[in-house]
């Protein structure tokens, strides 16, 4: 089966720009995340869908970080304006599982985003 | 708070002998307990998760991991280390009570021929 499709795979930006990032989750995967990772930590959660519904988004930034999964598949995050403290690859994942988190992830190569 | 430590930045293992990348975590309820292997740009793959039942768990690649309640530990092993295991490994653990993932910083392991 086709992974988790994401892109771009890198962005440059200057602070105070725009940027979004596009994920396509496996087919029939019901819940979609967000994640953020900084270099050298583990990534942290930032929003989970359940089909188009937001199931959590206490992490998630919301005075510049916004997102969405319309139809219930595909899902956009979006920085405006960027700081430089977003600079991070941006990874999506989803699973098969309902709201409960407790089965595997399959995880996107991410988006490796940089704020100048 | 819910937390996971992984208290090793790097592992250095030589090739054929036993490994084990440890992680902890902070009790809250009956936490869901997973390890991701991240290999050199590829996204995080799935390694194996302990719900309930067998404390000895068999994932992929035929690592394992045992779930240690009193210690509150869930370490990673394999017997006979492979140079190819060399990845960056990370500790989740899912919480029921507040329904939330949180993953550990990440061990680099790395495996000399």
């Known amino acids: 089966e086709a992974g988790v499709a994401q892109s771009p795979r890198y962005k440059i930006i200057e602070k105070r720009q725009s940027v979004a990032f596009w994920c396509n989750p496996i087919?029939?995967?019901?819940?979609l995340y967000w994640y953020q990772q900084i270099l050298g930590q583990g990534p942290k959660l930032l929003i989970q869908?359940?089909?188009?519904?937001?199931?959590?988004d206490s992490q998630l930034p919301k005075d510049r970080f916004s997102a969405e999964r319309l139809k219930g598949v595909d899902s956009t995050l979006k920085i405006q304006p960027a700081k430089l403290e977003d600079s991070a690859v941006y990874l999506c994942?989803?699973?098969?599982?309902?709201?409960?988190?407790?089965?595997?992830?399959?995880f996107g190569p991410g988006t490796r985003l940089t704020v100048l | 708070a819910q937390s996971v430590a992984q208290p090793e930045d790097q592992v250095n293992v030589a090739e054929g002998n036993p490994l084990t990348v440890k992680c902890t975590y902070s009790?809250?309820?009956?936490?869901?307990l997973f390890w991701y292997v991240q290999y050199p740009n590829r996204g995080l793959q799935f390694l194996l998760k302990?719900?309930?039942?067998?404390?000895l768990v068999k994932g992929s690649y035929g690592f394992e991991a045992e779930f240690n309640k009193s210690q509150t530990s869930f370490h990673l092993k394999k017997p006979s280390a492979l140079v190819s295991d060399s990845a960056l490994y990370f500790c989740?653990?899912?919480?029921?009570?507040?329904?939330?993932?949180?993953f550990g910083s990440g061990t680099r392991l790395s495996i000399r021929p």
């Open positions: 994942a989803s699973s098969s599982s309902g709201r409960s988190s407790y089965n595997e992830q399959f």
């Open positions: 087919s029939g995967h019901a819940t």
């Open positions: 869908f359940q089909n188009n519904g937001v199931v959590d």
């Open positions: 009790v809250s309820g009956n936490p869901y």
């Open positions: 302990y719900i309930t039942g067998d404390n």
């Open positions: 989740a653990v899912w919480y029921s009570s507040a329904s939330k993932i949180i």
